[in-house]
């Protein structure tokens, strides 16, 4: 596997300043001062912030700069209800013989899931990563497309700025989620069972809304 490049250090670097809570929405990021503290040139930062920026962590501002992007508690709960959306209608096209065919290699990528170290960034990716592999069981391209498009870290970043702190290293039980979805005796309860492991622990998200 081939070295990371000096900008997707940086990108990670920046990313986990992000999900730690060092850098707050709304903090300017000078890029140059960000170069001189890192000891770099200013083309792999600029580099860096591009993609963030297209990922969604950065703005840049006219006549003001670059700075973390605001987060609103609403375009995190669209966000997400998207998701359950995207999850629900796979789970009952996956339901029967897609998943009971990718069993194992699945409950392998559970494995990896339920132990993937205590760090946000490798955390999320994995997890993201492995709702998109269930995802892919749907064999539906536009639902996969439109997963990859909502599925983004950026979403993880905006529900960590309002996840309390209780619940922040509370996750459901990805094994046990692979097991209950082959177990499915519906396509009904495909869906049942997805949507309760996607809302696992953020109900508080939707008070007052409707699914």
């Known amino acids: 596997m081939p070295s990371p490049s000096l900008a997707e250090t940086l990108y990670d670097k920046i990313l986990e300043l992000l999900l730690d809570g060092s850098l707050q929405p709304g903090t300017l990021i000078n890029r140059r001062e960000f170069a001189s503290e890192y000891q770099v040139s200013v083309t792999p930062v600029t580099e860096a912030f591009s993609r963030l920026e297209y990922d969604g962590f950065l703005e840049t501002l006219p006549r003001k700069g670059t700075q973390v992007r605001l ?20 789970a009952r096209m996956y339901y029967g013989e897609p998943i009971l065919s990718s069993l194992p290699s699945l409950l392998d990528f559970a494995r990896q899931v339920n132990d993937a170290p205590d760090d946000h960034l490798q955390d999320w990716k994995t997890e993201i990563n492995f709702h998109h ?48 979805l082959a177990a499915a005796e519906t396509a009904e309860n495909a869906e049942s069972i997805i949507r309760e492991h996607v809302w696992y622990g953020k109900q508080y998200l939707i008070e007052g809304k409707r699914l």
Do not use: W
């Open 133 to 180: 592999r269930l995802v892919e069981l749907a064999n539906c391209r536009p639902l996969i497309e439109t997963y990859e498009r909502t599925m983004h870290l950026s979403m993880f970043y905006g529900m960590n700025q309002y996840i309390p702190e209780n619940l922040k290293s509370s996750r459901d039980d990805h094994i046990a989620l692979v097991r209950n």
């Open 71 to 90: 987060v609103t508690k609403e375009s995190v709960v669209d966000n997400f209800i998207l998701r359950d959306a995207i999850e629900a209608k796979a």
